[in-house]
């Protein structure tokens, strides 16, 4: 009987492993809460370290941290040209948590050892700080090794790791979109767990225990993120890099100038394609646009007489391209636009982090008995996006499908306009906050008073809920945007991209405030927020906020989406708003 049942299995079919889907993702889900934590941590506070044992000037010490956390971002572009070129996204994650890993290790080592460190100013009265030892070469070589292998970390891992994520939900798949959108969602709120961590626990750690063990904490988080995301590598979906995405790109553009003496044909199957069918390939072949019209001579198939009789040539990828090829470079540029007119907000959030800590510290931050720590103001957003994100998937999205018919709820242009809508609406409740705070400062005669305001620090709390629901949506739709309309050959890439806004908002945020103090006659420049006009600045915030989103709004309606030779998907809703612009699908 049981060698019967031995010989039966034997003749049974072996069943095809199914790779990705929602067991894959758990492991990222754990990998991006456990380094965004040791991330988040380190930006609400390492200002405090910089100043307080790097002997750094207060502005040397906000400068080097904005430096950081621009780097951070915008570095990213370099892990996705990786990812997409030369490793998968799996590796890429691996490779740059590891050095992330370095990076921690190395601050920690610095922390923990006196000698790698000046001697701190502890005692040192405040106009005498600049008597303070300063860091010698080596100190400092150590400290920025040590920071900026942080930087160069989680960039690799921000653009591949997301991009690694939505890899495991098959593109054919009917419900394909709906769960990629799902995906995104559950994603942020992995991120927003491991921020709420670190700017509680970790921030706890470092001002009550040190900053040795709040470095060795984060050293320890990414070593846990780095064996997760390995954990899973027998479930995922394995992208195979398809090159050099810029490379492509180039291409596109030397070969338009060459053949721009060419006429440019009207149809367009009599333009240069290798069709999936003809080249045994799987990847996608996008149609052709009729925006950039001028790079469409890049695929022009030239023609020499030969007898007679007219033969074509191929005179190589510099010369011509293939209209997908043609279609990849115009992606680019059509979304180039959309990234620009989300900067703005990044520098309202970049205002946030830092005027908002600032006014935490005069206002009455007592909770319960506990003293509310500074940096760990950021908190309140966090919450507010930790509720807000179940909510959103779980009822507003459900409910918005059966109004609309999208898998989606809403479309992801419309997802990031609410987002910029949100922003200014925060920055302008911040006017009013900040408005606020000063009467009060002014009834009580406070106002070169070093006490705190008998007003609670919650207050700022309305700000932070506002933009963190503004963050909820631009954030996401961003980076589902760019993933769902980037070619197979440049997710990475395009994920990217979409963490450049943040590096973008950072840089000109110190821009921002500098020109304000020289248009105003000083609105930010008495080191006395009681005396200064922030509240002007938050509303002249919100003022730009709703021009930009005059902006977006025009960038949006421009924008058209790619486009399938060949549909892989019978879902009815997605085939009908494949090739439709933004102005039909909004109503603009």
């Not at 769960?179 to 921020?195: D, H, M, V, Y």
């Not at 190589?316 to 703005?344: A, D, N, Y």
């Not at 990044?346 to 319960?368: E, G, W």
Request: net charge positive; charged share 15%.
């Amino acid at each position: 009987m049981g060698s019967r049942s031995k010989d039966e299995k034997a003749l049974q079919p072996k069943q095809e492993r199914r790779f990705g889907g929602s067991r894959a993702v758990l492991f990222v889900f754990a990998t991006e809460g456990l380094e965004n934590m040791a991330f988040i941590s380190n930006a609400v506070s390492l200002v405090t370290y910089f100043y307080g044992y790097m002997n750094f000037s207060l502005t040397k010490s906000a400068t080097t941290l904005t430096n950081f956390m621009g780097t951070s971002f915008l570095l990213a572009l370099f892990g996705g040209f990786i990812s997409d070129t030369y490793l998968s996204r799996f590796k890429t994650c691996v490779l740059f948590g590891c050095i992330e890993l370095v990076g921690y290790a190395v601050l920690a080592v610095q922390a923990h050892f006196h000698q790698l460190r000046p001697t701190p100013c502890a005692g040192v009265a405040p106009n005498q700080v600049n008597q303070c030892e300063a860091a010698d070469t080596s100190q400092a070589a150590i400290f920025y090794t040590g920071l900026y292998l942080i930087a160069f970390g989680t960039s690799g891992v921000k653009a591949a790791l997301p991009s690694l994520g939505a890899d495991q939900f098959d593109d054919k798949d009917p419900k394909g979109a709906a769960k990629l959108s799902s995906f995104f969602n559950w994603f942020l709120f992995s991120l927003t767990i491991g921020a709420i961590i670190g700017v509680t626990f970790i921030v706890w750690i470092s001002t009550n225990e040190g900053w040795d063990w709040s470095f060795g904490v984060c050293t320890i988080a990414v070593l846990f993120a780095v064996i997760f995301v390995s954990m899973g590598k027998s479930l995922y979906r394995h992208n195979v890099p398809k090159g050099s995405p810029l490379i492509r790109i180039l291409q596109v553009f030397v070969a338009a100038i060459q053949n721009r003496s060419l006429p440019t044909p009207e149809m367009a199957n009599q333009l240069h394609e290798i069709h999936v069918k003809e080249a045994g390939l799987e990847n996608e072949i996008l149609k052709r646009t009729d925006q950039f019209r001028f790079l469409d001579r890049a695929a022009i198939i030239r023609t020499t007489i030969d007898g007679g009789a007219s033969t074509s040539t191929n005179p190589g990828p510099w010369k011509l391209c293939t209209v997908t090829q043609v279609e990849e470079t115009k992606i680019i540029l059509r979304m180039l636009p959309i990234i620009l007119s989300t900067v703005f907000m990044n520098t309202c959030l970049a205002q946030l982090q830092t005027f908002s800590i600032q006014q935490s510290t005069t206002m009455d931050r007592n909770l319960l008995g506990f003293k509310v720590p500074g940096p760990s103001i950021p908190v309140v957003p966090l919450l507010f996006m930790f509720i807000l994100v179940p909510i959103y998937e779980r009822i507003f999205v459900p409910f918005a499908r059966k109004l609309t018919g999208i898998p989606t709820g809403i479309r992801h242009l419309q997802r990031i306009g609410v987002g910029l809508v949100l922003s200014a609406i925060s920055m302008a409740v911040a006017g009013v906050i900040e408005t606020k705070r000063k009467s009060m400062a002014i009834d009580y005669n406070m106002v070169d008073s070093a006490d705190p305001l008998p007003m609670s620090v919650f207050w700022l709390g309305f700000q932070y809920a506002i933009f963190g629901a503004a963050d909820m949506f631009t954030l996401v739709g961003l980076l589902e945007f760019f993933y769902a309309e980037s070619s197979a050959g440049m997710k990475s890439l395009s994920t990217a991209i979409s963490w450049c806004s943040l590096a973008l908002g950072y840089f000109l945020s110190t821009v921002a405030v500098e020109i304000v103090n020289k248009v105003s006659g000083g609105w930010l420049a008495s080191n006395n927020l009681n005396r200064d006009k922030l509240n002007y600045f938050y509303w002249l915030l919100a003022v730009i906020s709703v021009l930009n989103f005059c902006f977006y709004l025009a960038c949006a309606s421009w924008y058209r989406y790619k486009k399938f030779e060949v549909k892989q998907v019978e879902d009815s809703s997605d085939v009908d708003t494949k090739g439709k612009t933004m102005a039909e699908m909004v109503g603009v």
